[in-house]
């Protein structure tokens, strides 16, 4: 009995370190049954406690770093068994977890040899780990993930890992093994309290530190992903536009030529109805591609065309009313990025429709004020969700996906404007406001 009861002191261990640890997995993409897969993982910790805590409480000390390795990889494990995540995110939050629970373990440490507390009350002991643990959870935590995953490599990983590894063992472990068994012994108490105080501020301010800094290094790599996405994009979109101005220049010459030659052929060569019911045809089906946009934009006109021209293959009602002379002072390659998106967008939209539902894209481009507005609209079904104002994407791949909104706004942010985006009537549309630069 002495033995199970041994154990279970051990799992309050295990509590903090799972709890330190959900502080950041919880922000990354679940499993299905997460809350019954947590749970779980709590089942197995309990288990552990009871069966190998003993074993490491009764022998010598220098050993508990293999009870601290034992849980920190169930950690792992758990994580990756409630999570969707790859083995080196796992380890990332594991170690973040691990130095959050010696944080709050120093903090408590130095409160009680200070005589803050006189006692170690559980009421008090517990509400210090929630209250550090829900303010780290909301202050870093959920501002590591990106789209519910971490940037991370088995390199970082394995820094982390390293890094929690040497700071919880040398700095706890050593320390207090060494350190507070002699506190009450002797005159040496004071320079021994002092000594220990002081490795718990070394402690606390290393774990800090390496929290803050891995919250910078993904908010830096956040910001590289975003910057080779948008600069891939603008490559891409610069080809596209050179493609596009040549192939609809070419069409456009032909369709021409075409018109020439059958009304040539209409006025010269006797017929029948018959072949002019087909030369009629024929000039529908050129009409189609004889469509020129002038809206006093050459880019403008490039994209508006080929969409256009798409739309109309395709039986996607298509209006467009612009004035391209307001966005002159757009770079032609952002322009065409951020219309292109935009309208990229809209098709894939309504092109989930069923053949008989009404499929429409409208575009415009107006002056209000001293601003220049670009609005596509489209016919939307299903349920918009946002977040930090941008609209998540319904592809499953959502890490590689969506990149087309976040260009968008990044190039209007270029030129100081806003991207709004809503669903009314369901219609979809987007609209960007931009300040007119002479």
């Not at 002495?2 to 295990?14: L, V």
């Not at 292109?340 to 098709?347: R, S, Y």
């Not at 909104?405 to 806003?418: D, L, N, P």
Request: proline fraction near 1%; charged fraction near 20%.
């Amino acid at each position: 009995m002495e033995y199970w009861i041994q154990g279970t002191q051990g799992f309050s261990y295990c509590i903090e370190m799972l709890a330190a640890a959900f502080c950041f997995f919880v922000f990354l993409q679940k499993r299905k049954k997460f809350c019954l897969r947590l749970t779980a993982g709590l089942l197995l910790l309990f288990a552990s406690s009871l069966l190998f805590y003993p074993l490491f409480a009764d022998i010598t000390k220098q050993y508990n770093w293999v009870w601290y390795v034992g849980i920190y990889a169930l950690i792992v494990g758990i994580s990756m068994f409630c999570c969707d995540i790859s083995w080196s995110e796992a380890v990332l939050a594991a170690s973040c977890g691990a130095l959050l629970q010696h944080t709050v373990s120093s903090l408590y440490i130095l409160i009680y040899y200070r005589g803050v507390i006189p006692k170690f009350f559980t009421v008090k002991y517990w509400l210090l780990y929630i209250l550090v643990y829900f303010g780290v959870a909301f202050v870093i935590g959920r501002k590591l993930t990106d789209e519910g995953h971490y940037h991370t490599s088995w390199a970082n990983a394995a820094v982390m890992a390293a890094t929690a590894t040497i700071i919880v063992l040398v700095l706890s472990v050593l320390a207090k093994s060494t350190t507070i068994d002699v506190i009450g012994v002797g005159t040496a108490n004071t320079e021994y309290i002092k000594l220990f105080r002081i490795n718990q501020v070394y402690a606390l301010g290393a774990c800090v530190l390496v929290l803050v800094l891995q919250a910078i290094l993904q908010r830096e790599l956040r910001v590289q992903k975003t910057l080779s996405e948008n600069k891939n994009l603008w490559t891409q979109r610069q080809l596209q536009y050179e493609m596009s101005r040549e192939n609809i220049a070419m069409i456009t010459r032909k369709c021409h030529d075409m018109k020439h030659q059958i009304e040539a052929l209409i006025q010269t060569e006797s017929h029948s109805e018959r072949r002019k019911s087909f030369i009629e045809n024929v000039q529908d089906m050129i009409e189609v591609y004889d469509n020129d946009v002038h809206t006093g934009n050459e880019a403008l006109d490039t994209i508006l065309m080929e969409k256009g021209l798409y739309c109309k293959v395709h039986h996607i009602d298509w209006t467009c009313v612009a004035d391209g002379k307001l966005l002159e002072f757009m770079d032609v390659v952002d322009l065409f990025t951020v219309m292109g998106n935009a309208l990229d967008n809209a098709v894939e939209s309504v092109e989930k429709r069923a053949k008989d539902q009404y499929k429409s894209i409208g575009v415009r481009v107006w002056k209000k004020d001293l601003f220049a507005v670009i609005q596509v609209e489209n016919t939307f079904d299903g349920e918009l969700k946002m977040k930090d104002g941008l609209p998540l994407t319904s592809k499953a791949d959502k890490e590689n996906h969506g990149i087309g909104i976040r260009s968008i706004k990044s190039i209007v942010e270029k030129y100081q404007g806003t991207v709004s985006v809503r669903v009314q009537d369901r219609n979809f549309v987007l609209t960007v406001l931009l300040p007119i630069m002479s």
